[in-house]
């Protein structure tokens, strides 16, 4: 047979292995490519919705914005998260063991990722049907809580991953765990470690031993499943897993773990309020919104230093709740605080039960160094020493006897305490009486204030005029309607208790009023400077005018309505001024030394009586007596000072004129220069017949001014 017609033989066995595996590689090439191509477009759309190299090289999670008094104590935080971020210096070396032994051993060798402790995680989660081993590793944990969702999905997992390789590439093993201890929720509201610490243990982290160290760096794995507060056996028992974690590590010894399990674990009691002077700290809270918006406020961690003095707050705090206790004693009351009234679940605007609030100035700055606006703010968060308007009685006779000086008129103006009726406009007749419904007669302007004798103060508000005493109220800072009607001169118009407090600085401040204020500086979490307070100040008074009347209210506290503070402890110069409104329905003290002013309030929110004879002297000043021995501890109050432009004469106490080598009862007084009196004593004197009524301000006075002036207008 020729060649031509033998057949051509197949391929060989060998050949044909060749041509398989070409083909494979080629369409495993294909596939690749593809593959890989798809698998690059993924990353570049996942890496496209990642935060930005920017934002994760200026990592700064939510901090609380902390206020604290002006040495120092922590009043509160203010906070959408509770979160308190400290350096990693500041976390214990045990605390890190413990969280190193429990969460990622390898911690200071991977690159972020363990793909062997990954895959082990995957299987043990396929094996059992579902999620029961963590394979993530501390950056991971970080990089998940800081951008994404806890969904157990493929493309968060492959995200994750992404960020972490690129926080480690940004960031040290130090600064991630740092991050870390910062970042991780610990429940109930705690976010980082040092707010969990406070959350549980009410402790710093300096002061953590091994088995609250090891409590906390287990809870983060499930914040829920291990919640302290209403799992403790759960919590328990996660604190047992990681001290023995610590012991495999070779973090501790099997014996320390021992110990440590068997340490009662006491957590801290939360039903109490934490935060000191709450009603001061919403007072400014409520400027701190209005300058940095809440946004900033409750996460950019400011650091707000006010001019609270706690050892003067919780001074006052102690005072006016004890005072208050005692009037519920002695009175009786159908309500009282703690027993017969249980506060409702939504915050009430006001209680049934008696009231009070203290407030306390830097006389010579006008910072305010205690503000008591309750005995609650849990139950009652009506701020009375800022928000409530009631009637000052007669601490508003120090404006109409301002106006008196002002006019000429000396401290030792003879004035009638006699029966007055004024016509009204309307056509009623007004008719002031005393407290005790008795009248002394004649007697100076300086004993009819230091007294708080009533219908004197009427006679002179008539005589200088409803606008004049208006006038010099306005100029010393109070605000809101004040009526020209003459029963103003006894506090009939309402203000505040931080108006008439601050008012007051301006007699021993010469006549200068100082605004009151409440912040001394804020910093943000770099500690810069955002702002510095500082003082607002304006004439109010000449100072002249305001020594002299410094002066009368000195005799208030020596022998008038305030004299029991001086034989309770308070021997340093002071001044103040009683008030009590009709039928004692608010009671009222405020009183100064050099160095502190202070006003306290007593009454219930809803008005009735407080009892019978409880007086601004019976039911206030104690408080202002007890606060303000703590505030003058260490302290060393100086006299008034006395400006030019005053002078001193010898008067006689009947008539109030020069005196006479024959008069039986002298006093010096300060006058301003120019209005001290010209005529010698006619009652001691050569004329003996003088009458000292004539000296006193005649009804026909009293009636001319009733007709010229209780009609003005003075609408604010």
């Not at 910062?182 to 009410?202: C, H, L, S, T, W």
């Not at 017969?340 to 100035?361: E, H, I, N, R």
């Not at 002298?666 to 004593?681: A, L, M, N």
């Amino acid at each position: 047979m020729s060649e031509a017609g033998r057949e051509r033989p197949g391929p060989r066995p060998l050949g044909r292995v060749r041509q398989f595996f070409r083909l494979w590689a080629f369409f495993t090439l294909i596939v690749v490519f593809l593959g890989g191509g798809g698998f690059v477009a993924a990353l570049l759309r996942f890496q496209s919705e990642l935060p930005s190299t920017a934002h994760l090289e200026k990592i700064e999670p939510p901090s609380n914005t902390r206020i604290v008094d002006r040495n120092g104590v922590v009043l509160g935080d203010l906070f959408a998260e509770d979160r308190l971020v400290v350096p990693l210096s500041e976390v214990p070396e045990t605390l890190v063991k413990a969280v190193l032994a429990t969460e990622d051993r390898h911690f200071y060798d991977h690159w972020g990722v363990q793909l062997p402790a990954l895959a082990r995680a995957v299987l043990a989660n396929l094996r059992a049907g579902r999620r029961s081993q963590g394979g993530s590793t501390i950056t991971q944990q970080l990089a998940r809580n800081l951008f994404l969702t806890h969904e157990r999905t493929v493309t968060r997992k492959i995200k994750e991953a992404l960020l972490t390789i690129r926080l480690e590439r940004i960031y040290s093993k130090d600064e991630i765990l740092g991050m870390y201890f910062n970042q991780i929720y610990y429940g109930n509201g705690a976010y980082g470690v040092k707010a969990a610490a406070r959350e549980y243990f009410d402790e710093d982290l300096s002061e953590l031993d091994l088995a609250q160290c090891a409590f906390l760096a287990g809870l983060p794995g499930n914040p829920t499943l291990f919640d302290p507060r209403r799992r403790f056996e759960n919590a328990k028992t996660r604190q047992s897993v990681v001290l023995g974690a610590m012991v495999d590590w070779k973090a501790i010894t099997p014996e320390e773990a021992a110990a440590a399990r068997e340490e009662e674990i006491a957590l801290a009691d939360r039903s109490r309020p934490t935060m000191r002077a709450p009603y001061f700290v919403e007072y400014v809270r409520q400027q701190l919104v209005e300058k940095y918006g809440s946004d900033r406020l409750y996460g950019e961690g400011l650091h707000v230093v006010t001019t609270l003095d706690w050892r003067i707050q919780e001074a006052a705090e102690a005072a006016l709740e004890e005072q208050l206790r005692w009037l519920e004693r002695k009175n009786r009351y159908d309500v009282v605080r703690d027993s017969t009234w249980v506060a409702p679940d939504k915050p009430f605007v006001t209680s049934p039960y008696v009231q009070g609030a203290c407030l306390a100035l830097d006389t010579r700055t006008g910072e305010i160094l205690a503000m008591v606006g309750g005995r609650n703010y849990w139950e009652s968060k009506f701020n009375r020493a800022v928000q409530a308007r009631r009637q000052p009685g007669s601490a508003f006779k120090p404006f109409v006897y301002t106006a008196a000086i002002e006019d000429g008129i000396g401290a030792s103006t003879i004035i009638l305490d006699e029966p007055l009726e004024v016509p009204m406009p309307n056509g009623d007749v007004y008719k002031p009486e005393n407290t005790k419904r008795d009248f002394k007669g004649p007697m100076t302007m300086r004993t009819a204030m230091s007294k708080s004798v009533n219908v004197p103060a009427v006679r002179m508000i008539l005589t200088v005029g409803p606008p004049a005493a208006i006038d010099v109220a306005r100029r010393c800072g109070i605000s809101g309607r004040l009526n020209p009607y003459p029963s103003t001169a006894l506090g009939a118009s309402e203000v505040t208790l931080l108006d008439i407090t601050s008012s007051y600085t301006v007699y021993p401040n010469l006549g200068i009023l100082n605004r009151p204020w409440s912040i001394r500086e804020v910093t943000d979490r770099n500690g810069a400077t955002l702002e510095r307070g500082h003082v607002e100040s304006h004439e109010a008074l000449s100072a002249p005018v305001a020594a002299v009347m410094t002066s009368i209210f000195e005799d208030v506290m020596n022998k008038g309505t305030g004299a029991s503070a001086r034989w309770k402890g308070i021997t340093c110069p002071a001044g103040g001024k009683t008030g009590t409104m009709d039928d004692y329905a608010d009671a009222l003290f405020v009183g100064f030394t050099s160095e502190v002013t202070m006003g306290v309030w007593v009454g219930f929110d809803v008005k009735r009586s407080l009892g019978r004879d409880m007086t601004g002297t019976a039911a206030a000043l104690p408080v202002w007596i007890e606060t303000m021995k703590t505030a003058l501890e260490g302290t060393n109050p100086e006299e008034f000072p006395v400006p030019p432009g005053v002078t001193w004469r010898t008067v006689c106490t009947a008539s109030g004129v020069l005196a006479t080598p024959a008069c039986p009862e002298t006093y010096s007084e300060i006058f301003v220069e120019g209005d001290e009196p010209k005529v010698r004593c006619p009652v001691h004197g050569a004329e003996a017949s003088f009458d000292p009524w004539d000296r006193a301000i005649s009804f026909e006075e009293l009636d001319r001014a009733a007709r010229d002036r209780t009609g003005d207008d003075l609408e604010p």
